[in-house]
């Protein structure tokens, strides 16, 4: 399955099939090649870990260097991106990917964690035994929670709709809370 | 890092790293190269007290994190999970909070989920239940905290 070819300009795709790349031994000056001040500079990490050997890195370090090494490819695939990244860093990271996108490049998000798909990706496809078995626009599209888990704020919406209580498909939390205020006053 | 019998802990780290783990090798620590079932069958031949999780649950379903935590509960092992995810902060009774290297914030979960400002400044965030139901306390909607969603979702609404 090429993933390259995948529809859409940032795109989850839910699947075992496709594992992590390994650097292990390498350093990380060699793992980006060209430009690597300038590419360390973008995914927020500091030069000085361009002389660490990759498995002297922490686990979220590991991933914003091997988005470093890729950032001059067309077609950005990262698998398993959110290992060792917290609230804080997803949302950086979906900032950096849409400015990635605006000089015309796609990302490919390989991952089961739907934090990242959330307020992010445009497309979602689901893939098994390198076919696309499912594919959709909408992260609160029922049938991928049959698969991975919902984030926080989709299971919501699911719960409440079980209890009668029609809310409109917020992905953000602040939205959230004014709506149910409006609801309960 | 001070851990004692009978208490689950969890690390919430943003650098989880080769030091991070040397702190912590007395115990057996599992990484996240093992399949669910293999890490089921590790803790129910398990014969020590104390398991250390580096950031494995993240690949398990929340089902699957649960029957984890009930095999773990029967085989009266208690566990260290390290992790970047604020979620798995509620299967612990014990938080160490660690903003790089530096340990900023222990205690009880209830207690250390209480200093909203502190971990949304470090980036963890709040657990999304509990974030929710913090914001809507300052609405005056809700008037305790919740650590869960069916819980929050029912008394919202009953």
Known sequence: MDLTTLEGNIIGVISDEFKKEDFEDKTVAEIIGNKVNQALQMVNLDSLVKNKKFQELSS???????????????VIILYDFTKGLNQKDLAFYKRLFKKIISYNKKIVLVSKDARLFINNVDKIYVINNQQIIYETDSIFDKKIYEIIDAPGIVNFFYQCENMGIHLDEYTDINELIKAIYRIKT | MKMEDNVNYCIISNK???????????????????????????????????IVFNDILRKFRIREQKTIMELLKLRNV????????????????????????????????????????????IGYGLPFATDLATQLIIYNVLDKPYYDLESLVHDLWI
């Open chain 1, 60 to 74: 979220s370090d590991k991933s914003k260097v091997i988005l470093a090494s890729k950032l001059h490819q067309k």
């Open chain 2, 16 to 50: 989880i790293d080769a030091n991070l783990l040397n702190n912590l090798e007395e115990y057996n620590i599992i990484n996240d190269d093992k399949t669910y079932e293999e890490l089921l069958k590790i803790i129910a031949n398990y014969v020590n007290k104390k």
């Open chain 2, 78 to 121: 208690n566990f260290i999970n390290i992790t970047s995810d604020i979620e798995e902060a509620l299967y612990a009774d014990y938080l160490y909070v660690l903003d790089q290297d530096v340990l900023v914030m222990e205690g009880k979960t209830s207690v250390v989920l209480k200093e909203e400002k502190i971990l949304k400044r």
